[in-house]
C-alpha cells in the first residue's frame, strides 16, 4: 500500500481511502469511520476474572547502568507493591481522578501526562525494567507527587485494584503479537476487556492506540463487545487521536515504517 494513502493527520477530521479495495473504506475518525467486518466478539459467556495471557516476553540483559541505579535509588518514592493496589487513596498525596497507562513502555505518555496534568494521580504498570529504569531516572528529576508505578503484570494489578477505582485507562502502542500463532499472546482479549471495563468508574474512559491495523480491527472487535464498554465514536468506529496523546518511542517507530495509526476511545456506561 502507497504510504500516501495510509497516512493519518495528527488532528482533524476526514476521510482516507485503504489502497487495493475494491470499495474505499472510510477508516478513521469519529464519528462516521466503519472498519469493514471487525472481528466480533458478542457471542461468549461472561467471566468475572481475566484468563491469564502472557502478553510479554521478560527482555534481560538491556538494562543500563542508570536505570538499574534508578530503580534501586528511586523505587521507594515512585514504585508501588501489589498489595498496595487495594489502598489507593494512601499512595498519593491528593484523592483525585486517577489514570492508569498499562504498558508505559519508558514512560513517554505517562510522564509527560503526570507534568502537565499536576490536579490528577497516574498510574503506570510495567514489566520491562529497563523501562520501569528510565521512568524513574526522569521523574526522580521532578518533584512530582501525582505519579506512582507497578512492575508487574497488568492483570495482576487490575485484579488488586477495586472495582470502579479508574478515571481512565490508556493502553498506547500494546505488543501486536503479528504472527497467527501469537495472536493468543495479544492483550486485548475478551477476559481481559471485561477486566478493564470492571475497573473503570462510572462515565470512565478507555483509550488504545496501534500502528497495526491487524490488531486495531481485533481490538475493535472485542471492546464494541464487551459490556459495559460504549464506543464514543459508534460500533466498528475509530475515534480521533485524543489531543493529550504524546508521541511515544513505539508510535515514532511506526511513524518510521509508514504505517497508519488507529484510535480507539470507549466510555464505561453502567446499565
Ligand atoms: C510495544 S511496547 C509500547 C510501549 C509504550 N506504550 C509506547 O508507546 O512506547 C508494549 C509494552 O507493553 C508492555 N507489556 C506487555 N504486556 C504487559 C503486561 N501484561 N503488563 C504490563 N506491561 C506489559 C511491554 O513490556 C512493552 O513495554
Known amino acids: 500500500m502507497s504510504r500516501n494513502l495510509l497516512h493519518v493527520p495528527l488532528v482533524g477530521t476526514g476521510t ?3 489502497g487495493g479495495l475494491a470499495h474505499p473504506v472510510k477508516h478513521y475518525h469519529c464519528p462516521m469511520t466503519t472498519m469493514n467486518n471487525p472481528t466480533s466478539h458478542r457471542s461468549g459467556g461472561a467471566k468475572s476474572t481475566a484468563r491469564r495471557v502472557r502478553s510479554f516476553v521478560r527482555r534481560h540483559g538491556r538494562i543500563t547502568p542508570a536505570q538499574t541505579r534508578a530503580l534501586a535509588v528511586h523505587w521507594d518514592r515512585f514504585g508501588v507493591e501489589l498489595p498496595q493496589a487495594g489502598n489507593l487513596g494512601a499512595l498519593f498525596q491528593q484523592q483525585a481522578p486517577l489514570t492508569l497507562e498499562i504498558g508505559f513502555g519508558t514512560g513517554d505518555a505517562l510522564l509527560g501526562a503526570a507534568t502537565v496534568t499536576p490536579a490528577a494521580n497516574f498510574l503506570g504498570v510495567e514489566v520491562y525494567d529497563a523501562g520501569v529504569g528510565q521512568l524513574l531516572l526522569r521523574a526522580a528529576a521532578t518533584d512530582l507527587s501525582n505519579l506512582r508505578v507497578f512492575r508487574a503484570d497488568a492483570v495482576d494489578v487490575l485484579e488488586a485494584l477495586a472495582p470502579r477505582s479508574l478515571a481512565r485507562i490508556w493502553i498506547f502502542f500494546p505488543d501486536p503479537w503479528p504472527k497467527k500463532r501469537h495472536h493468543k499472546r495479544r492483550l486485548i482479549q475478551p477476559p481481559f476487556a471485561r477486566l478493564l471495563e470492571s475497573r473503570l468508574s462510572s462515565s470512565g474512559v478507555l483509550e ?10 481485533h481490538m475493535i472487535g472485542i471492546l464494541d463487545a464487551t459490556p459495559g464498554l460504549t464506543n464514543e465514536c459508534g460500533d466498528g468506529h475509530f475515534a480521533k487521536r485524543p489531543g493529550h496523546r504524546r508521541i511515544t518511542r513505539f508510535e515514532q517507530r511506526g511513524r518510521r515504517l509508514g504505517h497508519d495509526v488507529f484510535d480507539l476511545k470507549y466510555v464505561q456506561r453502567t446499565s
Open 208 to 217: 488504545l492506540a496501534t500502528d497495526w491495523e491487524a490488531y486495531a480491527m
Open 16 to 18: 482516507q481511502l485503504r
